[in-house]
């Protein structure tokens, strides 16, 4: 089993690959829009796992990182700026408050510091809201423009859809790399033991700076992609509950686990939907089916499973170990 595990792993994802790109041609307008909307909140998604899940950083202000990206994008190409660069300045703007931001973090810790992002959190919609002379105020910005992708208009929802799709392979495969690398190594050693991680010559301050200033980049990236999508914008979607969406979306895929994200947006996006056919009780089943998911695992989805494999692993070993002692003693 153990040969064909990850050529199977592989086919596996390449299936969904391939349903990602070739199903949504039959889906209607809304359904391209709900996908669309997926992709982007698994992005922002990431981003916060990457500070909570993997650097073990509480942050209740992604959703305001999320709007920073979104006005960023909106300012900028409804002024005539193409979205690649609006987007490298959103994933700029929201690197370097995310890397402000941090500074709590090295003097503050857990409930104390989801104060201190909610407070920016807060301070971010007020911003939003008030500051009518960049960001429109309560009446927001419209008619965000869709890119041109080497020549290819975008203005329709499959092309767009495309790329919001090519948006996430790519901060995959970089959170991906990230992860593996060294400094994923090292947000894992800062969430689980930060006295000793500084012990072993881990620079936790500058670490701890790096994983709230990449995740907030990611929100910012999402942020980018949901003005077009929406082409229109207002201070209210960037609320706190958008921060608590994102770490619902967190915390039931699974914090810490590579596609938590993935299974959290789909679930956050995709089953109040699947759940309309309810109509009035829709949101109420939702509320109830996330409480006992969390009640049944505090670890999420992926955490099912990944005590189902370790029961595997370790019953398996007993069963090896207990081949070996019947096999010594029949020596002896």
């Keep these: 089993m153990n040969g064909f595990g990850k050529p199977l792993k592989i086919a596996l994802g390449l299936i969904v690959i391939a349903g990602l790109i070739i199903v949504p041609m039959n889906f209607n307008r809304y359904g391209l829009f709900i996908l669309s909307q997926w992709a982007v909140m698994t992005i922002a998604a990431m981003g916060l796992n990457l500070t909570l899940g993997y650097a073990g950083q509480v942050s209740l ?56 992002t909610l407070a920016f959190s807060t301070l971010a919609f007020l911003v939003f809201r008030n500051e009518s002379w960049l960001t ?15 020549g290819i208009a975008t203005n329709k929802p499959l092309p767009f859809y495309y790329v919001c799709l090519g ?3 790519i901060v995959s495969l970089a959170v991906w790399w990230l992860i593996r690398s060294p400094w994923g190594r090292a947000f894992m050693a800062l969430r689980e033991n930060p006295l000793r991680a ?88 939702y509320a109830i089916a996330v409480m006992l998911l969390l009640i049944w695992s505090p670890t999420g989805i992926l955490g099912i499973l990944d005590r189902y494999l370790a029961d595997r692993r370790t019953k398996a070993a007993s069963a090896l170990r207990a081949v070996a002692k019947s096999r010594l003693e029949t020596v002896q």
């Design 136 to 150: 429109g105020g309560i009446y927001g910005i419209s008619n965000i423009p869709r890119p041109h992708i080497f």
């Design 198 to 285: 500084q012990s072993l010559g881990i620079d936790t301050r500058r670490y701890t700076l790096m994983a709230f200033a990449i995740g907030s980049a990611l929100g910012g990236v999402a942020g980018a992609l949901y003005a077009p999508l929406t082409q229109y914008i207002d201070p209210v979607p960037f609320n706190l509950s958008l921060s608590l969406d994102l770490l619902m979306m967190v915390i039931v895929g699974g914090a810490g686990f590579y596609f938590g994200p993935f299974l959290g947006a789909m679930i956050a996006v995709l089953l109040p939907e699947w759940l309309r056919f309810t109509e009035g009780y829709y949101l109420m089943l």
């Design 61 to 116: 202000a992604q959703g305001a990182f999320v709007g920073i990206g979104a006005y960023a994008a909106a300012i900028m190409t409804t002024h005539g700026w193409p979205l690649p660069a609006a987007i490298v300045v959103a994933v700029l703007l929201s690197f370097g408050v995310g890397w402000v931001l941090g500074y709590p973090a090295l003097r503050v810790q857990h409930h104390y510091l989801a104060f201190v």
């Design 167 to 169: 948006s996430l392979a």
